[in-house]
């Protein structure tokens, strides 16, 4: 079984600063692990991926993760918020197991970012 | 085209109502995925269909009736529903390859269906 915890279920943080948004897993075989965000209303759109290789992972919008396997983390980080990045983002699982045809994706409970000026 | 739609944005039925929302991709996506949204907490997976069949149903009420009639639609359809059915309804397509979805890729969503029962 796979699990996603994201510590934290709202973040602050003044325009300019450092976001840093964590999450761990839970997995007894090799991730693949995801970031989405979801601006009010809307769906959810995929920030990054980590697969294989690179544990460093960037993303759009200014948006990088590193995978670090020793920590079961993959936190989501950007140097300097901007005040369009408030919204609710979503860590998210996926096995490499490939019992399943259609890759269920656990996610966490996700996490609000507000960005105050 | 990299987009998912949906339709309605919101809907709003009584519990006796019949009603359907779409989906559509035209990604040549062959995964196509149901989730309900409560306010403040994470997609959860309804239902999923693979090259038009059904392929997972998870433990999702008989009041809702998912529909696959091509490649590139996706409809669900709800009958008497309960207020508590009040949710935001996502939509996602995913790649299949050799039969089956990768698991490094990813599910592209729709912006959703916003679903008042009264």
């Known amino acids: 079984a796979q699990s996603v915890t994201q510590l934290g279920s709202h973040v602050s943080v003044s325009e300019g600063a450092l976001v840093l948004l964590r999450c761990n897993y839970s997995?007894?075989?090799?991730?693949?692990l995801f970031w989405y965000v979801q601006y009010p209303n809307q769906g959810l759109q995929l920030l990054l991926k980590?697969?294989?290789?690179?544990?460093l992972v960037k993303g759009i919008n200014g948006f990088e993760a590193e995978f670090k396997k020793s920590e079961t983390s993959f936190h989501l980080t950007k140097p300097s918020a901007h005040m369009s990045d408030a919204a609710e983002y979503f860590c998210a699982v996926r096995s490499s197991l490939g019992g399943t045809s259609y890759g269920k994706l656990t996610f966490g409970q996700g996490t609000i970012l507000t960005v105050h000026p | 085209d990299t987009e998912v739609t949906q339709t309605p944005k919101h809907l709003v039925m009584g519990m006796t109502n019949k009603k359907s929302l779409k989906c559509e991709q035209h990604?040549?996506?062959?995964?196509m995925y149901w989730y309900k949204q409560k306010a403040k907490k994470p997609p959860e997976l309804m239902f999923v269909y693979s090259y038009e069949k059904l392929s997972i149903n998870e433990s999702v009420p008989s009041r809702f009736s998912p529909e696959c009639p091509n490649s590139s639609l996706l409809n669900l359809h709800l009958h008497a529903l309960q207020p508590e059915d009040s949710a935001l309804y996502l939509c996602?397509?995913?790649?299949?390859?050799?039969?089956?979805?990768?698991?490094?890729?990813?599910?592209?969503f729709g912006p959703g269906t916003r679903l008042t029962v009264l």
């Open positions: 980590y697969t294989t290789g690179a544990t």
């Open positions: 996602a397509s995913s790649q299949v390859l050799a039969g089956v979805v990768p698991p490094y890729n990813e599910q592209f």
């Open positions: 997995s007894s075989v090799p991730p693949y």
């Open positions: 990604m040549g996506h062959r995964a």
